[in-house]
């Protein structure tokens, strides 16, 4: 079995971060959420992996290398636009070839691997096996239907009136049926190749879609809520260990990571919370549920529940939650302006200001 992994998409929800970067490399726990699903599918005993890409390649191409450290050979597909999931398989056809293979979404994050979903695929051999989970609006999403055996008899993407809640988890297996019906599509009423369209091309050609109602946690990372929800349920997992210096004037309570050439000097850390390498806290507070990201600088301030990636300084605010800062980014205290606020704002950007 080969695997396939979808990292082609813009990131529009999660702008004006992903102007700059790929939204796959957002880092969770100060890891790029991307590397998360390159480690289950090579914990699935899968070697072979083709990585779809698009204008951040470079990017990608540079964190993840030839898929070695990871214990995966990796190929690259390019993806000159996000023309859907089934493009996506579509653009992969030769890479792919007769093999059965799973599709795996770069930005989706799965608790528990995907072990027990291969493993299964491999017994059973249907055309399509999904993952889905219940979802309070799934309007957002593709929507499978049930018959009262629980064979699904339906799929649709992002429905006006859906016909369950069950949504669609961004991990697929296929076997090679798939590339017939891929190569039967034509584009839907967003202009893409909609994988929920293959699959139901499958359904009505009576072949086999088994499915799963997955019961661990799931999220798409494409937006900043769901982001932060996924860095804390990581860090609620994390062991404490200090690499880095803490003085005897600081403390740490719970689950802290101090990694290498770290320094935590007059502050208070509650964990669960990471302070990435070489990074600064100084006369600081740094609340449960943050990550710290390598080479930061924190001083005279008060952070908690948010990301905060690479070599960004914060420095003199009195409190910052639930947030999520990029990389090199400075945040001060404003001037002594009164009703007043100045602000510099990338594309896209949104801001809430209390008066």
């Known amino acids: ?31 790029p959420v991307l590397f998360y699903g ?29 898929g070695s450290a990871f214990g995966l050979q990796v190929t690259y597909l390019r993806q000159e636009a996000p023309l859907g999931l089934a493009h996506g398989v579509l653009i992969a056809r030769e890479f792919l070839g007769d093999e059965d293979f799973v ?34 609006d799934p309007r957002q999403f593709g929507v499978a239907e049930l018959d009262a055996d629980g064979r699904v008899v339906g799929l649709e993407e992002k429905p006006t009136r859906p016909k369950s809640d069950l949504a669609l988890v961004g991990v697929y297996l296929f076997s090679p049926a798939i590339h017939e019906a891929v190569a039967e599509l034509k584009p839907s009423w967003r202009g893409e190749l909609e994988i929920t369209d293959a699959i139901q091309w499958l ?22 809520t769901d982001m932060l929800e996924v860095n804390r349920l990581v860090l ?65 301030s008060e952070i908690e529940y948010s990301i905060v990636l690479p070599r960004a300084s914060i420095a003199g605010v009195g409190r910052i939650e639930s947030s999520l800062i990029g990389h090199d ?27």
């Open 1 to 31: 079995m080969k695997a396939l992994v979808l990292a082609g998409g813009s990131g529009t929800r999660l702008r004006p971060i992903t102007h700059t970067s790929a939204k796959q490399l957002v880092p969770v726990a100060n890891k």
């Open 38 to 66: 390159l480690e289950a599918i090579a914990a699935a005993g899968i070697r072979e992996l083709g990585l779809v890409v698009g204008d951040t390649q470079a990017e990608i191409e540079s964190a993840v290398g030839d």
């Open 103 to 136: 599709m795996y979404l770069g930005d989706n994050f799965v608790v528990g691997g995907i072990n027990d979903l291969v493993d299964r695929f491999a017994r059973e051999r249907p055309a399509a096996q999904i993952m889905l989970t219940e979802v309070g």
């Open 203 to 224: 359904i009505e050609a009576g072949l086999r879609v088994e499915s799963s109602v997955i019961s661990g946690y799931w999220k798409d990372t494409g937006n900043v």
């Open 236 to 300: 609620e997992s994390v062991e404490p260990r200090v690499r880095g210096h803490v003085d005897a004037a600081s403390e740490l309570v719970g689950r802290v990571v101090v990694e290498r050439g770290a320094v935590v000097e007059r502050s208070r850390v509650v964990g669960p919370a990471i302070i990435g390498v070489d990074a600064c806290v100084h006369d600081s507070y740094v609340g449960p549920f943050t990550s710290i990201g390598a080479g930061c600088a924190v001083t005279d």
């Open 329 to 355: 980014v400075e945040v001060t205290p404003a001037p002594n302006t009164p009703k007043a606020h100045r602000l510099v704002l990338g594309d896209h950007s949104k801001v809430q200001i209390s008066s």
